[in-house]
């Protein structure tokens, strides 16, 4: 039995899935971690089912954020606000208003 075979087993008998790999090849602190990490990945997940999947999540954030971001300009150049508290102004109204009933 060949070592690469021997590591592929234990890698498959450790437990580890193709995600927590991947999410400890993202979190490495150092080249050479993250080099093993995404090397034990591709082992699990050859067909990088899970890279593929965090890049869409990547482009739905960021397309997300930006239309936020939009969206809050938006508002900030518009006269549009809401309002904090619409039922104390009606309060007031029907105070004011003889023919409202208390």
């Given at each position: 039995m060949?070592?690469?075979?021997?590591?592929?087993?234990?890698?498959?008998n450790s437990g580890r899935s193709p995600l927590s790999l991947f999410l400890r090849y993202m979190q490495a602190e150092n080249e050479k971690e993250a080099k093993t990490f995404y090397e034990r990945y591709l082992r699990a997940d050859p067909k990088r089912e899970i890279e593929e999947f965090s890049k869409i999540l990547d482009r739905r954030v960021a397309?997300?954020?930006r239309k936020?971001?939009?969206n809050e300009k938006l508002?900030?150049?518009?006269?549009?606000r809401i309002a904090e508290d619409s039922k104390s102004?009606?309060?007031?109204k029907d105070k004011n208003n003889p023919r409202a009933f208390h």
């Amino acid at each position: 039995m060949s070592l690469k075979s021997r590591i592929e087993k234990l890698e498959q008998n450790s437990g580890r899935s193709p995600l927590s790999l991947f999410l400890r090849y993202m979190q490495a602190e150092n080249e050479k971690e993250a080099k093993t990490f995404y090397e034990r990945y591709l082992r699990a997940d050859p067909k990088r089912e899970i890279e593929e999947f965090s890049k869409i999540l990547d482009r739905r954030v960021a397309t997300a954020k930006r239309k936020s971001q939009e969206n809050e300009k938006l508002i900030a150049v518009s006269d549009w606000r809401i309002a904090e508290d619409s039922k104390s102004g009606e309060d007031e109204k029907d105070k004011n208003n003889p023919r409202a009933f208390h």
